[in-house]
């Protein structure tokens, strides 16, 4: 049954063969500064502190994070920050998710951004922030099926041109 779950070691085997997946495609997967493998304890423990902003590094702010699971196989993730600050506002936003690899065109972006959105309202969270790349048009489309609508596209630090979505949380 699909779902978003707390993450936990219930998921850490499919949690690690989907960081796998990652590395071998050279994708950047942010992974709380720890190879889950080397120390999957200490992720948890990172993610649970995050959440209630404990020893945030001075960029970042309090996010919730939940994975997007099937039975005990892991899908993808979801950050949801709580706030934003200057960075995020202009890249990032309220919410960033992810799909492994092997899972990607079968509709878990939708999916997550779907379940993630009544989360984001229980935590006060009415207009939603969502940012992408521009030329990332699968993302785009996830964000405009949940409701997105672009403000604006800005030039962010690495000149990447990034889509500027809200949503507004019924």
Known sequence: MLKLAKPSAEYKNSFIEA?????????????????????????????????????????????????LVDGKKFIGWVKIRHKLNENLLLQGGHIGYIIRSSE??????????????????KLGIDNILITCNDNNLGSAKIIEKNGGVLEDKVINDEKELKRRYWIKNK
């Open 19 to 67: 960081v796998k997946e990652f590395e071998v495609r050279g994708e950047d997967f942010y992974l709380h500064e720890k190879k889950p493998s080397d120390d999957f304890n200490e992720v948890l423990q990172k993610i649970r502190r995050y959440e209630k902003g404990i020893n945030l590094p001075a960029d970042r702010v309090p996010q919730t994070e939940l994975w």
């Open 104 to 121: 990607r065109k079968k509709g878990y972006g939708t999916k997550i951004l779907e379940l993630t959105l009544p989360v984001a309202k």
